[in-house]
């Protein structure tokens, strides 16, 4: 399957964020940010399903 880079923009963008959100909860034994990243990753895969279905390069 072929991504545009706006795609790879997008998906890099979220995985960074749960990336930083994951390594505060585990220095800080932060139970928020633990929840913060899940949701990151939620919001990740609805923007990324939005996109996909809008983008004439991916869909």
């Known amino acids: 399957m072929n991504m545009c880079p706006k795609f790879a923009r997008?998906?890099?963008k979220y995985e960074q964020e749960t990336t930083y959100l994951?390594?505060?909860a585990a220095r800080s034994a932060a139970n928020g940010s633990a929840g913060l990243a899940k949701g990151s990753t939620y919001r990740m895969a609805?923007?990324?399903?939005?996109h996909v279905a809008?983008?004439?390069e991916c869909g």
Not at 46 to 50: D, P, Y
């Open 10 to 12: 997008i998906r890099a």
């Open 22 to 24: 994951l390594n505060h």
């Open 46 to 50: 609805r923007a990324l399903s939005g």
């Open 54 to 56: 809008r983008c004439l």
